[in-house]
């Protein structure tokens, strides 16, 4: 059954505006988000509407990388994400699978991680190969396709993937597709072990 409405699930919400953005808004930004419907001085709510993260985003990036372009802004928006998700209790646990995996694994992983934060979206490997990847995601869950650019890369970077690059190469509003590339994994960890996460932000 489709569900009647888009919602992000306010681990998602906590995980940028709390855990990453909270030290670097400003009184006005606060203010903006509040009236926007997020009021981040009160408990979260269960899920807020796409409509709503999509507002949300939008002051995040002007309060918090003011003059820089939205491109840029979105991109950053999308890696604090990922460590903002980092700090959280679903995460920590995530993220220490994630560093055990390696970058091939993670991304066959990534369908499930980006569901795990609403009720609606899907994401599709098309090709993975040796350090090479293309994935479709069905909503991207910003205005443009860099804010999904962002913890992609931040997500292969926490894997162990060195330089890692995400590009949209289609866009049409809501899908896009993008493809990825990285180096050869920076270490190389036995079998069954586990690194401790590091604390990438805060």
Known sequence: MV????????????????????????RDGRQKLKAAGLNLSEPLRPHYSLEQWRVFLDVAARDVFPGQPLETAYLELG????????????????????????????????PYNLRAGNNFNEVRVEELSGED??????????????????????TLRASGAGSPEVKPIAFD??????????????????????????????
Request: hydrophobic fraction near 40%.
């Open 3 to 26: 569900p009647s409405e888009k919602q992000i699930f306010a681990q998602s919400v906590e995980a940028l505006f709390v855990r990453a953005l909270g030290p670097y808004l400003t």
């Open 79 to 110: 890696a604090r994400y990922l460590k903002g998700f980092q700090q959280t209790s679903v995460g920590r646990a995530s993220m220490q699978l994630v560093t055990h995996l390696g970058p091939k694994k993670t991304l066959e992983r990534v």
């Open 133 to 154: 990847a293309t994935l479709w995601v069905k909503d991207v869950l910003a205005d443009n396709p860099f804010f999904a650019c962002g913890f992609l890369a931040e």
């Open 173 to 202: 509003g809501t899908a896009a597709t993008y493809r990825l590339t990285w180096s050869q994994a920076k270490s190389q960890r036995p079998a069954g072990t586990l690194a401790p996460v590091r604390r990438l932000y805060g």
